[in-house]
Every structure is written in C-alpha cells, then in structure tokens.
C-alpha cells in the first residue's frame, strides 16, 4: 500500500486522515470520527489551544503523568466523549464522572471507524491529584487504524526491543516517537526506533516542553536517514499532515 502525505509545505491531497499535534505529546487523528490522544493543554507551556476548545469523540490517555492525563476529566466531562486507557487509570477517571473504555496492552477496542491497539510502553504510570498519588497502572503506547492508515503513537518510553515486533505485526505507516530525553528516549535511541519500527513517516514529540527535554529534533532527522529511509515530518505545534491510502 502506498501512503501520500501532505504537510503544510505541500498540497494537500484531500486527506484521508488528518493528524495534528497539539504540542508535547498531544495529537488529533481525524478521520471520520475525531480521536485525542494526551490531551495537555491548559498548562503545557508549549500548547496554544486550550481544553475549553476542543471537540472530539474519544480520548486516548496513555499513562497517568500530568503531561499526558493533562486536562482528559475536564475535557470528557464537557463533551461526554469515552475514554481509552488502562484499567487502573479508567477506574480512577470514572470516579471522577468520566466514560472509560478500559482496556490492557495487547488488547484492542474497535468502535465507529477507529481500531485502537494498546501497546507496552518501557516507562512508569502513576496520578498526583493535589499531591495525592493514584495507581496508574503500566505505562503504553498505541496503535490506531483508521481510514486505511496505521499510526503508532509510543506515549513516553524507552528505547525497547519489542519495537521489532511492533514493526512486524502492525506496520505502522506513521510512527510518533518522543525524543525528548532524561524521561524517555533521546534523538538518538529514538532514531535506533524508527530503525526498528519500520514506518513510512516519523513525527518527533515529547521535545522543548520544558527546557530538561530540549532536543534538536534535525538530530533525530539526521540519524533516523543512518537507519531508515522513513520521512521525517517535524511539525510545529498545531500543525498538521493529511495522510490518504491509495486503496482505500
Ligand atoms: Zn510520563
């Protein structure tokens, strides 16, 4: 199967899915229906659009750290949108009033047009509310299918093995891959990711949040071309590819 995609730079070829970031590791998948994956925003230093704002269908949270649940009760309980994550993350947001889709890695939730694959992610979970810590549960990552695309979002993680697998089994067309370094993978072992993960196009996230992840992401650019031939697509934040598969 070959993918088209666009960036701002290019035109646009009536996108099939269209894949925004948000900033840090906040990204819309829109296809037919509307999926946000980590949705941080009010107090992420490095977002513009803020909760208040967004629509969606469904929020996907993959671990409990406050840059990643950032503002899913709020946001869930305005518009009434499920949520997917782990189990013991989805028994803390439906005590919090929030609709969960729990679920575990390796499982999978299909609903309206969207599959949605739970992967392992190398990194820890847990949910500080107002200094009181919540079983989070593991830390993931995850597969989305939809509209003939196959995007691999990998939460925050460290440089782990199994990404061969993960290459393997779902052949993501698109990987999104932190490089932020001290609290996931770094330029250089995610670039050693993409090399393993085997995608057609790599977004960089996770970097220049805050000034301990700062990263160069033409770092990354430059050793993801030592070890694959996938395009790297830096986005800015709120910006976005539009991503079509010929046979679908
Ligand atoms: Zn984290």
Redesign the pocket.
């Given at each position: 199967m070959k993918i088209y995609y666009s960036d701002e730079s290019h035109i646009l070829i009536m996108g099939k899915v269209r894949l925004t970031w948000l900033g840090h590791s906040c990204f819309e998948v829109r296809s037919r229906s509307r999926l946000l994956i980590d949705p941080f925003l009010d107090n992420n230093p490095a977002a513009t659009v803020r909760s208040g704002e967004v629509e969606t269908d469904f929020i996907a949270v993959?671990?409990g750290?406050f840059?990643?649940l950032g503002d899913t009760v709020s946001i869930a309980r305005r518009i009434g949108c499920r949520v997917f994550c782990i189990h013991e993350l989805s028994q803390y947001l439906r005590s919090r009033g929030v609709l969960t889709e729990g679920m575990n890695i390796g499982g999978t939730i299909k609903l309206q047009d969207l599959a949605v694959t739970m992967t392992p992610a190398c990194?820890?979970?847990s949910i500080d509310e107002a200094g009181h810590l919540f079983d989070g549960g593991k830390?993931a990552g995850f597969i989305i299918r939809t509209g003939g695309v196959c995007i691999y979002h990998a939460?925050?993680t460290g440089l782990f093995r199994d990404m061969q697998l993960i290459g393997d089994l779902y052949k993501p067309d698109v990987a999104i891959i932190p490089i932020g370094g001290r609290?996931?993978m770094d330029a250089n072992d995610a670039a050693l990711a993409v090399g393993m993960l085997r995608p057609k196009i790599t977004i960089p996230m996770h970097y220049n949040t805050y000034e301990h992840i700062s990263q160069d992401p033409h770092i990354f650019s430059s050793e993801v071309k030592k070890v694959s031939d996938a395009n790297v697509v830096i986005l800015d934040v709120n910006g976005h590819i539009c991503i079509k598969a010929k046979d679908c």
């Amino acid at each position: 199967m070959k993918i088209y995609y666009s960036d701002e730079s290019h035109i646009l070829i009536m996108g099939k899915v269209r894949l925004t970031w948000l900033g840090h590791s906040c990204f819309e998948v829109r296809s037919r229906s509307r999926l946000l994956i980590d949705p941080f925003l009010d107090n992420n230093p490095a977002a513009t659009v803020r909760s208040g704002e967004v629509e969606t269908d469904f929020i996907a949270v993959t671990h409990g750290h406050f840059d990643h649940l950032g503002d899913t009760v709020s946001i869930a309980r305005r518009i009434g949108c499920r949520v997917f994550c782990i189990h013991e993350l989805s028994q803390y947001l439906r005590s919090r009033g929030v609709l969960t889709e729990g679920m575990n890695i390796g499982g999978t939730i299909k609903l309206q047009d969207l599959a949605v694959t739970m992967t392992p992610a190398c990194h820890s979970s847990s949910i500080d509310e107002a200094g009181h810590l919540f079983d989070g549960g593991k830390a993931a990552g995850f597969i989305i299918r939809t509209g003939g695309v196959c995007i691999y979002h990998a939460g925050d993680t460290g440089l782990f093995r199994d990404m061969q697998l993960i290459g393997d089994l779902y052949k993501p067309d698109v990987a999104i891959i932190p490089i932020g370094g001290r609290y996931t993978m770094d330029a250089n072992d995610a670039a050693l990711a993409v090399g393993m993960l085997r995608p057609k196009i790599t977004i960089p996230m996770h970097y220049n949040t805050y000034e301990h992840i700062s990263q160069d992401p033409h770092i990354f650019s430059s050793e993801v071309k030592k070890v694959s031939d996938a395009n790297v697509v830096i986005l800015d934040v709120n910006g976005h590819i539009c991503i079509k598969a010929k046979d679908c």
